[in-house]
């Protein structure tokens, strides 16, 4: 049984997945308009991501028997003046997720919750994950800068990425 503040700080975790969600969503509409479709594949599956960890979350609180509380998602930012801004914006994002992850494990101690704390491991480790692969692209970008003909060539492998990831995501769903 999960106490209350564990509840509660379970489910606010809940909705900056879903914020998350909603951030590269944006971001991935963003680039669709800007004609560089392997960037948004990219972002869209990195959506799916954000998506699949709030569901995480959400099913373990069910499984405590907590009761999982809604909260209204902000709206996120809906343009970027480049892709590298794009970026920073997402390294900054998974900066912050990063740390509120740490503040729960610091919560789960207080709490003597070792079942939450446990739990909480996978996603301080995704985080390390997350961050890693957005600054990658980031350090991509940033020294593409204006370039275009590379930015297309990049924009070509983060589709190959796109589509490998998301076979890959469906292998792990058919075999579980
Ligand atoms: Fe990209 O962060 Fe979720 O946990």
């Not at 998350?20 to 669709?32: I, K, Q, R």
């Not at 800068?145 to 190959?160: E, K, S, W």
Request: proline share 1%.
């Amino acid at each position: 049984m999960l106490t209350e503040t564990m509840t509660a700080a379970l489910n606010a975790q809940i909705n900056k997945e879903l914020r998350a969600f909603y951030t590269y969503l944006s971001m991935a509409a963003y680039f669709e308009d800007d004609g560089l479709k392997g960037f948004a594949a990219w972002m869209r599956h990195h959506a799916e991501e954000e998506m699949l960890h709030a569901m995480k979350i959400y099913d373990f609180v069910l499984q405590r028997r907590g009761r999982v509380t809604l909260q209204a998602i902000d709206a996120p930012r809906a343009s970027w003046e480049s892709a590298k801004n794009a970026f920073e914006d997402a390294l900054h994002h998974e900066q912050n997720v990063t740390a509120s992850i740490h503040a729960l494990v610091d919560t789960a101690r207080k709490e003597g919750d070792h079942a939450t704390e446990t739990f909480l491991i996978w996603f301080v480790n995704e985080q390390v994950e997350e961050e890693e692969i957005v600054d990658e692209v980031l350090q991509k970008v940033t020294r593409i800068g204006d370039f275009a003909p590379a930015l297309f060539l990049l924009d070509r492998d983060l589709a190959t990425d796109a589509a490998a990831a998301a076979t890959s995501a469906e292998g792990t769903s058919e075999g579980a």
